[in-house]
């Protein structure tokens, strides 16, 4: 069997990659573990891990006292921190950072309050103080960052922008890709909100073991993101999990039947009174417990749409108003039964309101290995950077 | 760069079907042609191609009198002709089965009408007499088909059974390929109509330039497959694209407003009252035009929300009603536009009633292709067989 030079290249190129990948998400390794793991031979591994170590990819472990014959096998090690990764949740109510390193591992978290009024400039010069209080604290600068996400609320269309509907005010010009591009030089993605919890939720939440499923935003908005075969649905333009919009899903009405309810005071804000609800309903108020039951036929309209289209293995029931979740799933199984053909297992989001900040870093996670498969593995620093 | 027993192994396998992928869809080639495409030596191309031809996988081709210098060289070409593969619709009104050769050449289509009230055994008998009737035509037997699926009305559980819904008389227990298993020793793979009337759209009919995709049956019944990322979406269970269950969706009733038009004639059957309708319609009959307006804009309730849920980038109309999209098509748009965030293109099936058939062949296809990427390659013959 002839081998060409191309062969030899391409060859060349995976072997890399395989020590890369029996690198990571191991404990330090030797030469002849690296081998075993691999398929390739001694010699040719100690060469190009050399490569890697020389590269910044891989760090050499010292020597621990283990092996009592000889000297001790040198052992290596992926340098997870040899890059990060950044998910920023600019909300409605709150500017939410998270740090990781390249393998996923938090690194740092910081929070700052948000003005609902606020409007673009206002909302992005808080997400520009937040991210240096980060930087600053983890003793970094942009140059560090390889890759970064920015969840908004409202379907993200091709130019990172929601054109199509956004409920923060004047945001659906608001161009966040472009004024952080002002400063880091990593590629920047920008996601909807629902879709990026839905991405947490398979990563460190309650669907790890799922591949197909339907993530639902119950609170004062009601959304929806999903993942299906593995792979998070983002729609031909951005737009999918917008089931919401459809007036005979009922969702824009649904969170009324809680603000609506008897007896929820006069100065609560929609949170508020929401939680007052659920918590009356939850000592026994006959007018709470309704308003409860009406929201979540309404909430299960749009579930049920979701589940009959899609035919999903898991819902997970997320959004502020998934504290709640103990006398919201019942009904809303209830309810599912009515419509659906077959119901999927019902979970409840145990990620509270990290989960968008965290899917951003997922996604950011994503991208820098998908540039770390194609041509970029020889250079590990942050891509055009 | 050291390359190991398993290195080679794996490479010779790949080698073999490098050649293979080369043959098909080429015209019959060279040894040299096939060297080009694969990046392989002559020398090695030379072995593996003459170890599928003894295989059965290859063909020589006898020299032509092209090269007018010495002797013209061998060609070779994919024996497409080496297996084949059948698409049956088990439909209401007609039994539908397709040969096609391992490259989706069409070979033959025999066609049976089927009693709309016929049980399950008699409709059975009715596809083994179709069957019955291809293979002796083609001069066949059962060995000679190394795939086949079977394509049912009602979503498709993981038994191959319909037993969450179907319209057809006693077969929610039906077990069709149980019944063809007794016959034909191949895979026999069972999936919902609109399913893989949405394959076929994407394989040759108007939606060949799409990866995601909403497949609308609209006729007598409604119903819905989706081709999401350029797969086929089954659902967890079998289910998906079963929005038409969902009471808010409306599909149920959409059909009545043309069965109940004034002037439908006493004794049309419910297919022939539409047509009548649409036809009046066509003509300028204000009842007929009302009634096609009511039946559009609860169709479109429910694509609206298949689009809302998904963000598709092509809607296709297809079942018996597609051959009046002249008159549906416009206001189906329309209805569309005042639901939904985006749209998508709007096109219309050219596929007629082979679509489920032709879809099911190429399920069957992709099933025998699957298996000779896997470890079968190096026995060319119907596995299992």
Redesign the interface.
Known sequence: ????G???SR??EM?QLSIVWALRGNPPSTVTELAGRT???R??VDVLVQALVTDGWAAVEEPGAKSVVGRPARRYRFRADAGHALGIDIGVHKILVMLSDLEGNLVRTVRRPADPEADPAARLATVDETVDELLAAAGMTESDIWGLTVGVTG?VDASGRTS??TPLPGWSTADPAGHLAGRFRCPIQVENDCKLAAVAERWKGVAQDAD?IVYLLAGIRTG?G?I??G?L??????????????????WLDAPGHLAACPGVPASARPGEAAAWVFQAAREGNREAKTAVRRYTRDLA?GV???V??????IVVLGGGFSRSADIILDPLHRELTK????L?ELRTSTLGDESVALGGLRLALDDIDDRMLSAELAAPRAPRG
């Open positions: 069997m002839a081998t060409t191309t062969d030899l060859m060349r072997n398929g390739l031979s010699p040719a379907p199509l509907f197909d929806a999903l299906l075969d792979t649905r983002r729609g031909h333009g951005g737009a999918a999990g917008e089931i919401g919009a459809l007036k005979a899903v009922r309209v049920a749409a979701l009959l289209a899609l035919d999903p293995e419509h659906c053909l077959r999927p």
